[in-house]
């Protein structure tokens, strides 16, 4: 049994993800999911239980937090490694090795469990939860799910009684969802108490026996199994959050891509080194100045074709035509601009308003247009009030819409986005889809590369499907298709 | 051809051997003998891995370098050039051995056997332990780096306009960020799973020196003692 009682919690050094006087019980058995807006507090009371906090994320605590009659504050988190695990975020920061046998063993072996055990516990680890064809295998060759379903496991191996999830399926795409959502499922069966923080809600519907829903640090509503599964689209959009069920989620978006310019990209053909992966598409014919949405299971080669699109793999001798133009690799590198997943590897100097003024490279431009420009585009993005800010000082969003801008500053004519939404409550996600709207309407012709169908249907006009590096479908986003588009993410449930 | 597969121990004592017999400078032609064979296995075990062409690559270089040193280059050459093929053999002679020993060590080594090597060596965990997250690391530099510098040729700033201090700025300000980042979330995720507990870490992989374990051991070791003994006992 969990038990936190009159916890007030405040990190060191920022208001955000505090909580104010919360007290929760959550029974043996019980599967509980926390949803909220981002710094609502759901992550800080995975870290409560955890130990994480007050051991590891300083800050001011008072209050009390029990798991299992061991109080939190005066129990070392390497005695917690065994009562309760942990599945984070990020698959590419949570691996200890490099390999993924080693990366299931890590635990085991800290505790100093004797090596015939830690073998023969990865062994039943790999048959229960089906990954014997993961095992010895290198973590950087793996999927994204792949990764995470090695860190289920990993978490597993010590067979603690409370699981404890930090957004699990912010990187995952739909397949893998469901791959989850069958060990989540699994663990639940095993009776194994599972606290899950998420802002994707819809593969939990069946699993969770209690849903809170925090705001600001406390609270604010609690739903039980049946009120769960009753919620409506309506409902949850309402309260906020992300939808529960995908099949009622509507389609008013209205298409514009009425445009008679077409793009054309032929012959992009393309294998990495590997002689497996890469795409191959010898002619894709799309609309000009609207959102396209690139969408396709993990491996499909959605990224390949982003890179390509931009020019960043030399080695592709596919053409992109726009309007009289033919544009080879090196020359789509000047015409597109890409929003990264990881925003931080695209941010480069001291100041917001400075990353913009880099991106203008119009060398008949002086000094005070471009200032001028770079403090209209600041303005569009909501950004004027940080423009002297440190970009590694901002918030995940505030990053994203820096990148952003000074895309627009670059003035090419195509932005493409790689995942803009992973990780994304409802609000900001709507808030991505407003700028990116705005962007179709500056002109610009938008590539998406996403697994989020809710995001999706909230802003795109065009889909592009792509399987094996092949195009699958191409078709404009209406209210018929949308119908198969829902039909494409919710097939795997 | 049947992959190699070495104890992490001997590649340790590989690493240091190489290391040192090819920085420190040779006179006699003993002492080249032994400097070529101790930089051809390390070249050979990059084929071993598969990398045929930076093998055939660095041969062909070292090569170059090899006849550069021997035909052109003496002590009393003076010049822009020949200070740059010093640099240049300098580079390829006596670093690029140790860095392909050093590649090959990182890249064939498991973490998990690594740790077994250090437990067997009785080095304390704290230290194995940090020395596994430096060798878990250099990949996601990699990965990083690489996707920083995809990012600088889409703005058009990979040469930041000739600036080499930016251009270096550019490409470590976010490196460093991210692995910062990555870093904390590494060590939260594993504090979660029992690092740090106050009992002897446990390892499932079994150490064994097989016969080509013994063969490099005693032909870097006779190697040694052979340089040693031409350069500092005659």
């Known amino acids: 049994m969990i038990e936190i009682k009159n916890v007030n919690f405040r990190y060191k050094g920022t208001d955000e993800g505090g909580l104010h006087d919360l007290s929760l019980t959550i029974n043996d058995g019980e599967t509980v999911l926390l949803c909220g807006s981002s710094g609502c507090g759901k992550t800080t009371i995975g870290r409560l239980i955890n130990g994480l906090i007050p051991h590891y994320y300083k800050g001011e605590l008072t209050g009390s937090v029990t798991v299992n009659g061991r109080d939190i504050a005066k129990t070392e988190l390497y005695d917690l490694a065994g009562v309760v695990g ?38 039943d680890t790999a048959n229960e939860m089906h990954i014997e064809r993961l095992l010895d295998r290198s973590i950087f060759e793996l999927s994204g799910g792949e990764k995470q379903i090695i860190a289920c ?103 514009k891509s009425t445009q008679n310019e077409r793009l054309t990209l032929e012959n992009f ?124 000082a901002l918030s995940g969003g505030q990053k994203q819409r820096t990148a ?22 409802l609000a900001h996600m709507k808030q991505v889809a407003g700028e990116i709207l705005k962007l179709r309407d500056m002109g610009k012709t938008i590539f998406i590369v996403t697994h989020d169908m809710e995001f999706i249907l909230s802003c795109c006009d065009h889909i592009v499907r792509l399987e094996e590096g092949r195009v699958v479908g191409n078709t404009t986003l209406n209210q018929d298709n949308a119908a198969s588009l829902r039909q494409f993410f919710v097939s795997e449930i | 051809m049947i992959k190699i597969h070495l104890d992490p121990r001997t590649k340790l004592f590989m690493i240091f051997a190489v290391s040192f017999i090819v920085m420190v400078n040779a006179v006699s032609p003993m002492e080249w003998a032994v400097r070529i064979i101790v930089t051809l296995i390390p070249v050979f075990l990059l084929a071993n891995e598969g990398r045929y062409v930076s093998a055939l690559r660095f041969l062909l270089c070292y090569g170059a370098a090899l006849l550069l040193l021997r035909f052109y280059i003496s002590a009393e050459s003076t010049g822009v050039i020949s200070a740059l093929l010093v640099g240049y053999c300098g580079i390829v002679a006596q670093f690029m051995p140790a860095m392909i020993m050093a590649w090959y060590v990182i890249h064939t080594t498991k973490i998990g056997e ?101 063969l490099m051991i005693v032909v870097f070791a006779a190697s040694m003692i052979l340089f040693v003994i031409s350069k500092y006992f005659r």
Request: charged share 25%; glycine share 6%; net charge neutral.
């Open chain 1, 86 to 123: 942990t599945v984070f975020q990020n698959p590419r920061s949570q691996f200890f090795a490099i390999d993924t046998d080693g990366e299931i063993t890590f635990g085991a072996e800290n505790i100093g469990m004797p090596p015939e055990a830690i073998i023969s516990r990865k062994n």
């Open chain 1, 269 to 392: 053909v393309f294998t990495y080194k590997d002689g497996k992966h890469g795409i191959n598409i010898p002619e894709l014919e799309l609309p000009t100045r609207s959102i396209i949405a690139i969408i396709g299971h993990n491996g499909a080669g959605k990224s390949t074709l982003a890179r390509n699109i931009c020019g960043l793999e030399k080695k592709c001798k596919g053409v992109m035509k726009l309007g009289d133009k033919t544009l080879k690799a090196k020359d789509r590198l000047r015409s597109c601009y890409m929003i990264m997943q990881d925003v931080n590897h695209q941010l480069f100097t001291e100041s917001v308003r400075d990353e913009v003024m880099l991106s203008i490279t119009d060398k008949q431009m002086t000094d005070t247009d471009k200032l001028q420009k770079s403090t209209e585009i600041l303005t569009q993005l909501d950004l004027s009030a940080y423009s002297d800010t440190h970009p590694m």
């Open chain 2, 114 to 214: 690594f740790m077994s090597a250090m437990q067997k060596m009785h080095i304390p965990d704290g230290i194995s332990v940090s020395l596994a997250v430096v060798m878990r690391f250099f990949p996601t530099i990699k990965e990083e780096y690489l996707s920083i510098n995809d990012a600088m040729k889409m703005r058009g700033i990979s040469f930041a306009g000739g600036r080499i201090t930016k251009m270096i700025e550019y490409r470590l300000v976010p490196l460093m960020f991210s692995c910062l980042n990555i870093g904390e979330e590494l060590s939260a995720a594993a504090v979660t799973r029992g690092l740090g507990a106050p009992v002897r870490r446990t390892s499932p992989v079994q150490l064994r020196f097989k016969a080509a374990d013994w």
């Open chain 1, 153 to 255: 496991a990993s978490v597993s191996v010590l067979s603690p009684d409370i699981m404890v999830l930090d957004e699990p399926s912010s990187n995952l795409d739909s397949s893998a969802i469901m791959k989850l959502k069958a060990i989540l499922a699994d663990w639940k069966s095993h009776g194994k108490t599972i606290i899950i923080a998420e802002h994707r809600l819809y593969f939990l519907r069946e699993l969770a026996d209690r849903m809170l829903l925090l705001d600001n640090g406390r609270i604010t509503k609690e739903l039980c199994a049946d009120e769960i599964k009753a919620l409506t689209f309506a409902d949850t959009e309402q309260m906020g959050i992300r939808p529960l069920s995908l099949t009622d989620i509507g389609y008013s978006h209205e298409s």
């Open chain 1, 404 to 425: 952003i801008a000074s895309g627009i500053a670059s003035s090419k004519p195509i932005i493409i986005f790689d995942e803009p939404t992973s990780g994304l409550d």
